[in-house]
């Protein structure tokens, strides 16, 4: 059973920033993607920045230019660098792993929640 691992949460004041980190385990198949999705009180579940194996990246429009996604193939970790945070980004962080093929499977952590204050 796959095993994510986030860190990094907590609670920082609006134009802070912080670091949000999450390594897989028990990985047996390839891993194609991972992400990073937040989800906020009353709302849905929404993509933040995706990177796939080879390195390409996309991001949620509201992050662009603030937030930064890289991935450490080797030790299968996904980071998530969130500078001049805003009060909105405030939400429980989901890291996500697409891994396997025929078909790729989704993988989910536990979440961890990131506040905002102002």
């Known amino acids: 059973q796959v095993q994510l691992a986030e860190s990094g949460g907590g609670l920082v004041q609006a134009g802070g920033s912080l670091k949000l980190s999450c390594a897989a385990s028990?990985?047996?198949?390839?891993?194609?993607?991972m992400a990073w999705y937040r989800q906020a009180p009353g709302n849905q579940r929404e993509l933040v920045a995706t990177?796939?194996?080879?390195?390409?990246?996309k991001y949620a429009d509201s992050v662009k230019g603030r937030f930064t996604i890289s991935i450490d193939n080797a030790v299968k970790t996904v980071s998530l660098q969130m500078n001049s945070l805003k009060t909105e980004d405030t939400a429980v962080y989901y890291c996500n792993v697409v891994a396997g093929v025929f078909p790729p499977k989704n993988y989910w952590g536990q979440g961890t929640l990131v506040t905002v204050s102002s």
């Open positions: 990177i796939t194996r080879a390195g390409s990246t």
């Open positions: 028990r990985v047996v198949f390839r891993i194609n993607s």
